[in-house]
C-alpha cells in the first residue's frame, strides 16, 4: 500500500513538471520524440482511462488518485469531448476499437 501511493506521488510530480512517459508518449503518438496532438489524451487522462476499464467510479478514480470527484468528472469529459462520444460505453468502444485498450485473451 504504502509503496503504492509513493509511486503514485512520483508519477503526479513527473507528470506536473512535464517529464515524458516513454510508453504511453509511444501508444498515443507512435513515437517517444513526436509531438502531440491537442487531441490526444494525456497521461493522466489514459490513467484515468484504465481505471474506468476497470469499473471505477469517479468517486473510486479520485479517491484512489487522491484527486477531488470534480476533477476526475473533468478528466472523463475531456476524455469524452476527444474522442467525440457522448456516453461511458461509447468512451471504451472507441478507446478499444483506437488502440488505447487492450484486452487479454485467455
Keep these: 500500500m504504502w509503496n503504492e501511493k509513493l509511486d503514485l506521488l512520483r508519477f503526479?510530480?513527473?507528470v506536473s513538471v512535464g517529464a515524458a512517459l516513454p510508453e504511453i508518449?509511444?501508444?498515443s503518438t507512435g513515437t517517444a520524440t513526436?509531438?502531440?496532438r491537442p487531441e490526444?489524451?494525456?497521461p493522466?487522462?489514459?490513467e484515468i482511462l484504465q481505471l474506468v476499464w476497470a469499473g471505477l467510479t469517479n468517486r473510486t478514480i479520485a479517491e484512489q488518485l487522491h484527486i477531488s470527484i470534480k476533477t476526475?468528472?473533468?478528466h472523463r469529459a475531456n476524455m469524452m469531448k476527444k474522442l467525440r462520444v457522448s456516453n461511458i460505453a461509447q468512451l471504451l468502444k472507441t478507446a478499444l476499437e483506437e488502440g488505447l485498450l487492450a484486452t487479454h485473451a485467455g
Design 34 to 36: 513526436a509531438k502531440r
Design 25 to 27: 508518449a509511444q501508444a
Design 44 to 46: 493522466r487522462e489514459y
Design 12 to 14: 503526479g510530480r513527473e
Design 72 to 74: 476526475a468528472e473533468a
Design 40 to 42: 490526444d489524451l494525456t
